[in-house]
């Protein structure tokens, strides 16, 4: 049986059996989107995204071993997706390797760019993630959590 996919859930959210999920956000840009529509997405977990942009309580996405696409919302080709007009359907990719701990960021020829602490990637270029570290796609900035580094 295959995990469930990929799901921004409100921090400090307490979803559960006879509890409704959260409401899902709308379309403003710089928002993040709920499910992507992607593939599933398994794997071991290694992290997560996380953004307080727009959304107080703050939304983050599980981030598993192997690669994981980030685009806008609404494309087949992200298991994560932002609801960010200024955000490229397939944006970056996040290659991360459980056994070593490390991940990696990589630009994936995007229309305005990956920034990692806001240093700009440039296209095909990987540099590695470190906890705390700022990913701005478009105009949507993620705080990078991980759980080994």
């Given at each position: 049986?295959?995990?469930?996919?990929p799901?921004?859930?409100?921090?400090?959210?307490?979803?559960?059996?006879?509890?409704?999920?959260?409401?899902?956000?709308?379309?403003?840009?710089?928002?993040?989107?709920?499910p992507?529509?992607?593939?599933?997405?398994?794997?071991?977990?290694?992290?997560?995204?996380?953004?307080f942009?727009?959304?107080?309580?703050?939304?983050?996405?599980?981030?598993?071993?192997?690669?994981?696409?980030?685009?806008?919302?609404?494309?087949?080709?992200?298991?994560?997706?932002?609801?960010?007009?200024?955000?490229?359907?397939?944006?970056?990719?996040?290659?991360?390797?459980?056994?070593?701990?490390?991940?990696?960021?990589?630009?994936?020829n995007?229309?305005?760019?990956?920034?990692?602490?806001?240093?700009k990637?440039?296209?095909?270029?990987q540099?590695?993630?470190?906890?705390?570290?700022?990913?701005?796609l478009g105009?949507?900035?993620?705080?990078?959590?991980?759980?080994?580094?």
């Open positions: 049986m295959a995990p469930p996919p799901v921004a859930m409100p921090l400090g959210s307490t979803s559960g059996p006879g509890l409704a999920p959260p409401p899902m956000m709308g379309g403003t840009p710089g928002v993040l989107s709920g992507s529509g992607g593939s599933v997405k398994g794997g071991v977990l290694v992290g997560f995204l996380v953004t942009q727009n959304e107080p309580s703050g939304l983050f996405w599980a981030v598993h071993s192997g690669d994981t696409h980030i685009g806008r919302a609404g494309s087949d080709k992200c298991e994560i997706g932002i609801n960010d007009a200024s955000a490229s359907s397939k944006h970056a990719t996040i290659h991360a390797d459980p056994a070593t701990g490390q991940a990696f960021v990589e630009d994936q995007s229309r305005n760019g990956t920034f990692l602490n806001e240093r990637l440039t296209p095909g270029e540099r590695q993630l470190h906890d705390n570290d700022r990913l701005r105009s949507t900035t993620l705080v990078v959590k991980l759980l080994v580094s």
